[in-house]
């Protein structure tokens, strides 16, 4: 719970083999075509286009383990410009869990959506072609990898991805990651 923006988050788990969340979710020319849009692109290494092509990084597991949170504020009708402060807490909280994850079973985590928690907004040290300051934590998102997520929180999680309107957050915001793994079975919750 963050005191400033009282809210409430449920967290839910899937696993299936990453070749069917491939199979079934992935679309990567269509999603390539929305970062392009975005005016992260390319201004963060977090974001595409990646020197490697991410493919490479989750195609050589079995395994996929998604998840996803569902962070409702408490008071209706939130200005959109607090969505950063409600969703900050969980990032922080979920990024290292999954890094801890990725040390512990190997494999990959995608969990980087939007702005980039480990340096002060705006300095990123890309724009100037320097080498990333934090490349132990910084993962993409699994949209930046062509992973539809509307389809994967409505598919597999049984969430609606909801936009804001007319400048005031909606219902809820949906935050969805995940580890790409060869441990068998991985426990989000353990
Ligand atoms: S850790 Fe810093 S340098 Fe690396 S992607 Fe994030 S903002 Fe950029």
Redesign the pocket.
């Known amino acids: 719970m963050n005191a400033s923006v009282r809210y409430t988050a449920e967290e839910f788990a899937v696993e299936l083999p990453a070749a069917e969340y491939a199979a079934r979710f992935r679309d990567a020319e269509r999603i390539a075509a929305y970062c392009r849009r975005c005016p992260n692109y390319g201004r ?3 974001c595409p286009p990646f020197a490697k092509d991410p493919a490479e990084e989750w195609l050589r597991y079995g395994t996929a383990l998604l998840v996803a949170a569902k962070i409702t504020p408490r008071e209706e009708g939130l200005p959109l410009a607090e969505a950063g402060r409600l969703l900050r807490p969980e990032r922080i909280q979920i990024e290292r869990r999954l890094l801890a994850l990725e040390r512990r079973y190997g494999g990959r985590a995608f969990s980087y959506v939007g ?6 907004e705006g ?4 724009p100037e072609g ?6 132990d ?2 993962r993409p998102s699994l949209e930046a990898c062509g992973f539809d997520i509307g389809r994967t929180t409505s598919e597999l999680f049984g969430i609606e991805l909801k936009w804001g309107a007319e400048g005031k957050l909606p219902e809820y915001l949906t935050l969805v990651c995940g580890l790409f793994h060869d441990a068998g079975h991985v426990a989000w919750k353990e």
């Open positions: 963060s290494w977090g702005s980039c928690l480990y340096c002060p300095s990123c040290t890309r320097l080498p990333c300051r934090h490349p934590r910084v």
